[in-house]
């Protein structure tokens, strides 16, 4: 497995930032998804995994997997302030480097 940092996006990346999170908040059935699987109450985070600059895959995935799989101080700060009543906490993995960020949803 390839090793990954943790790193906010550049101004370089606005563009890929915001075509992730449009399709990750407009896809009804991921959203259905992640609202059910926190209804028994541990946070999820939707994981987008992107490879030169087009998402690979995109999933659900527990806070503790989350946090096991992408141990970054950042990390645990945001699932520590993710509201699951109308937001959504999504991890983008891009060329070897992660960055959180929490959405608020209408």
């Known amino acids: 497995m390839e090793k990954i940092v943790y790193e906010e996006m ?3 990346e ?4 915001w075509s992730v999170t449009r399709r990750v908040m407009g896809d009804p059935i991921l959203m259905n998804t992640l609202q059910s699987a926190q209804v028994a109450g541990e946070k999820h985070a939707v994981i987008a995994l992107v490879t030169n600059g087009e998402i690979t895959e995109i ?3 527990p806070e503790s ?4 799989q992408y141990p970054f ?4 700060q945001a699932f520590s ?3 699951t009543n109308g937001g959504v906490c999504l991890l983008i993995v891009r060329e070897g480097k992660a960055v959180i960020s929490i959405n608020g949803m209408r």
């Open 73 to 76: 101080e950042a990390v645990k």
């Open 81 to 83: 302030v993710y509201d």
């Open 14 to 17: 606005t563009d890929l930032d």
């Open 65 to 68: 997997a989350v946090k096991k």
């Open 59 to 61: 999933y659900v995935s």
């Open 10 to 12: 550049s101004p370089e």
